[in-house]
């Protein structure tokens, strides 16, 4: 994994966010357009501003791999970058006259979830979130008026694609060292975790949503077409890298799997 790649990356973009002028122009959308908003878009913003304490702690256990070094330091301006999309979204908020949140009843389940298994679970909760957020973001860069929300959609979006990017990197390092069968398995789990997270955004956001009309059936066709995206990208890289292997494999001069096994077997 080429993690300076994204140590550079989250360093530059984070300074970014931090500086992105947002306009003073008072927001201007119908009632019933900027209440809805505001509470979907505190959610968000209360998603966002986590500390990281369970991924780093995760991060830690795998920092000595040869193939991860770095992703310890690439986590931790991840987590910076997150934290600056929360400083984001709270001036959003604010800008619609909204109030921010300390607890929510989906966002606790998250937290929940994250801490269940390990750090490949935790990454896979982590983006399912993420390739929510694609499709949220982008609906609302697409059809919100507001200047200032437009704005701020559209920086998000282009930072969620890239997120999607480093945790397909993390993932591919991952299940490239387990069996097709395994592989599957977590296909199926997934996609499974993520209709769920599909389903339960677009009722707990159904009135943000309908404010745009959007309806919740079609907030989830678009979800699992982003989630059909990611996977088909993550999979070409794992058959690609299998058929690479067997052609290197099958190059090695002298080499066969019966003589491999024989090579190996002791001396009686």
């Known amino acids: 994994m080429n993690t300076q790649h994204w140590i550079s990356h989250f360093e530059a973009n984070t300074r970014l966010n931090h500086a992105l002028h947002l306009s003073d122009t008072a927001c201007d959308l119908p009632e019933h357009v900027r209440s809805a908003l505001a509470r979907s878009l505190a959610i968000f913003q209360l998603g966002e501003s986590g500390g990281g304490t369970r991924l780093r702690r995760y991060t830690r256990s795998i920092a000595s791999l040869e193939n991860l070094q770095g992703y310890q330091r690439a986590v931790d301006l991840f987590v910076a970058e997150e934290?600056?999309?929360?400083?984001?979204?709270?001036?959003?908020?604010?800008?619609?006259?909204?109030?921010?949140l300390q607890k929510q009843w989906t966002n606790s389940i998250f937290r929940w979830m994250r801490d269940l298994v390990n750090l490949e679970f935790n990454i896979q909760v982590l983006l399912t979130a993420e390739l929510i957020a694609e499709v949220y973001f982008g609906l609302l860069a697409l059809r919100c008026s507001d200047p200032v929300v437009q704005t701020v959609a559209k920086k998000l979006l282009r930072d969620e694609m890239g997120h999607l990017s480093f945790q397909r990197d993390f993932l591919f390092e991952r299940l490239k060292t387990l069996t097709p069968a395994v592989q599957r398995l977590w296909r199926w789990q997934f996609q499974a975790i993520h209709f769920a997270t599909a389903c339960v955004v677009s009722w707990d956001h159904r009135d943000c949503l309908r404010s745009l009309n959007v309806t919740p059936a079609d907030f989830r066709?678009?979800?699992?077409?982003?989630?059909?995206?990611f996977q088909s990208r993550?999979?070409?890289?794992l058959h690609e890298h299998e058929s690479q292997a067997r052609h290197d494999e099958g190059s090695t001069p002298g080499y066969s799997r019966s003589s491999n096994a024989t090579m190996q077997s002791p001396v009686s």
């Open 221 to 229: 066709s678009r979800a699992l077409r982003c989630w059909q995206s």
């Open 234 to 237: 993550l999979e070409r890289r």
């Open 83 to 100: 934290q600056s999309h929360a400083a984001l979204l709270a001036r959003t908020v604010k800008h619609l006259r909204g109030t921010l």
